[in-house]
């Protein structure tokens, strides 16, 4: 298995328990937010699931930055900000909910123009739905079909709403054969989309990488979206924000969590149905067996709110 992921990973603590007393488990963030002058927050999963807006969530936001804290938004959907702005704000997201957004398809933009600047060829196949085609606007390439193209850009199963990575199995085959070079647009193993959980880019590119595919994941929990990230809110608050001032929010242990401890900052847990049995409902037992063995987040919320 071979998998880049643009730079390495920052060095964290070895891995440790929950401390003493376990992970807190808060019915509101409004005493902990005094503690962070900025929030990096997911967006599908804390904000949104893909069809209804978590206004709990939303309302939190607002407050945290009526009281001047700064919201960055961070996302590993596969296409630039703009579109998926447009996107959680036909769903219900308001504006005033956040200062800037970062996605991982802008992060997967610069590195397919780096490859583009050192590569003879502007052919590639887009692994993923004809909605997903915003990512490559304004970038000079040339889609192919596999016996033809020279980089794959992976965006997500073409029918994620019956596919699953087995039935990519063939094709993983083909593009062994060839030798091609795989960009992961987002990281992503399984999202919560309505009530139904669904594969993602990176449940793909895990399979590939598992045939001895080569892999670079832009996104979440990698460092390279981390720091445009701290870039986004220097520019929003006229200085740049010390990590120990820093809350990730996000639903996803493996992209979120996992990330944040990588970064050096420190995270809520907001989980999805992807970690919590929604009918037994999220406990302390439950998060100590989550985070048995990792760098835990500070605190833990049911959902968002203030």
């Known amino acids: ?37 900025a929030w990096l927050c997911d967006i599908w999963g804390v ?17 945290y930055r009526e009281a001047g804290g700064v919201v960055v938004l961070i996302s590993n959907a596969p296409r630039p900000k703009n579109p998926v702005i447009e996107q959680f704000t036909a769903i219900g997201v308001p504006g ?17 123009s780096q490859w583009l600047n050192i590569s003879p060829s502007r052919r590639i196949f887009h692994l993923g739905p004809e909605r997903d085609r915003s ?17 794959i850009v992976n965006t997500g199963l073409f ?13 993983f085959s083909t593009f062994k054969q060839r030798a091609l070079k795989m960009i992961c647009a987002n990281p992503d193993i399984k999202v919560e989309r309505g009530n139904k959980v669904i ?27 981390y720091e445009r990230a701290f870039d986004l809110m220097a520019e929003v608050r006229g200085e740049s924000v010390p990590k120990s001032r820093i809350l990730a929010i996000g639903d996803n242990v493996k992209t979120d969590i996992t990330g944040a401890a990588a970064a050096g900052i420190d995270a809520l847990f907001v989980p999805s149905a992807i970690h919590v049995d ?25 959902a968002l709110k203030w």
């Open 1 to 37: 298995m071979k998998v880049n992921v643009i730079k390495a990973m920052s060095n964290v603590d070895a891995p440790r328990v929950a401390p003493e007393g376990g992970i807190p488990l808060l019915t509101s963030i409004g005493p902990l937010a005094k503690n962070y002058d």
């Open 47 to 63: 904000l949104h699931n893909g069809i209804d807006t978590f206004d709990s969530a939303c309302e939190a936001c607002i407050k």
């Open 96 to 112: 005033d909910a956040w200062d800037e957004v970062i996605t991982s398809g802008d992060v997967t933009r610069t590195l397919l």
């Open 135 to 151: 990512l490559f606007t304004g970038i000079e390439v040339e889609f192919a079909e596999i016996d033809a193209a020279d980089l």
């Open 159 to 171: 029918d994620d709403t019956t596919e699953t990575p087995d039935d990519y199995s063939d094709l």
């Open 199 to 225: 594969y993602c880019a990176g449940a793909l590119a895990e399979a590939y990488a598992e045939r001895g595919g080569e892999v670079t994941f832009a996104g979440k929990p990698h460092l390279p979206i």
């Open 278 to 302: 929604r009918e037994r409902g999220l406990d302390s037992a439950m998060l100590a067996e989550i985070f048995d063995g990792m760098v835990p987040p500070v605190a833990a919320q049911t």
